[in-house]
């Protein structure tokens, strides 16, 4: 009997309608269907379990929700190294497996072991400040630095193995992954990327500067981002959520991580078509 761990984002379902309705379909297929304890007092089905028990007790993972739903659990199946699918009840849904409506074909795909995986490279980031390096967390999408008020740039320098790219005053950088760049990096004018390929990508945000420009970078090399300016209150994000405040003379350095998230897919998706289906209009 397969066990899911059901991430659900009851923001986008606060009645809990679609989430139970998940739990139903999953438990009509002989599966059992682990949710943490917030979840359940709502939706009154499925078997109520912490969150780190969810992870380390379940076969797969299935997030409810957008894509943000879905990025905010891959991390914590990466590092459980287990499998995970997204069911869109989100607007765009570029990383889920499909939409509310095909749950059923998934799900029962899923029973019958009717799918594969998408190994995706994840981006792990370090903040050193002086002598002293934190511990390390892991980004799927990117690595944001960028300005915490709105009407001053920053000033931040990027070397790639100890060389220097460029310096850069604007409202910041992202270290984005293949799977990133049609998220934010796309937004700031980075390339689309093909999430099959493992390279780091490096884009400004908003820069004050002409020959600002995106660049590929090998998956192998280590990005170092020094903050130059001493008097900005400067964000480090995740996957845009917040991870620290920067101040002047912290370095991030950002690679590419060891563990991969496995997406796993109950349909054929080319990546192309996907592209113009949801971003070209």
């Not at 379902?13 to 139903?24: A, H, N």
């Amino acid at each position: 009997m397969k066990i899911i761990g059901l991430i659900a984002n009851l923001t986008k379902d606060p009645s809990g309608i679609k989430t139970r309705r998940i739990v139903e379909i999953a438990r009509s297929l002989d599966m059992r269907v682990q949710v943490i304890p917030g979840v359940h007092d709502i939706i009154k089905v499925g078997e109520p379990t912490p969150e780190q028990q969810l992870y380390s007790l379940s076969d797969i993972i299935v997030s409810l929700g957008g894509d943000g739903t879905l990025l905010q659990a891959a991390c914590q199946a990466a590092l459980w190294d287990k499998p995970i699918m997204g069911i869109n009840t989100g607007n765009l849904g570029f990383l889920t497996d499909g939409d509310f409506s095909q749950a059923p074909k998934a799900l029962e795909a899923l029973k019958e072991g009717e799918y594969y995986i998408e190994r995706r490279m994840m981006l792990e980031g370090t903040i050193v400040r002086g002598e002293k390096s934190c511990s390390p967390f892991l980004a799927f999408n990117d690595i944001g630095i960028m300005k915490a008020l709105v009407s001053r740039i920053i000033q931040l320098k990027a070397s790639v193995n100890s060389h220097e790219i460029n310096s850069y005053s604007g409202d910041g950088l992202l270290v984005s992954s293949p799977t990133g760049s049609t998220a934010y990096s796309l937004s700031a004018g980075g390339p689309i990327v093909d999430p099959s390929l493992e390279c780091l990508l490096l884009t400004p945000i908003c820069p004050h500067s002409l020959n600002a420009r995106s660049i590929i970078i090998n998956c192998n090399d280590i990005i170092e981002i020094e903050i130059m300016c001493p008097d900005r209150d400067i964000a480090l994000t995740a996957d845009g959520q917040a991870v620290a405040t920067l101040i002047g003379g912290d370095r991030i350095l950002v690679k590419k991580a060891d563990t991969y998230v496995q997406l796993l897919r109950t349909k054929k998706q080319n990546f192309f078509d996907l592209i113009h289906e949801k971003i070209i209009i």
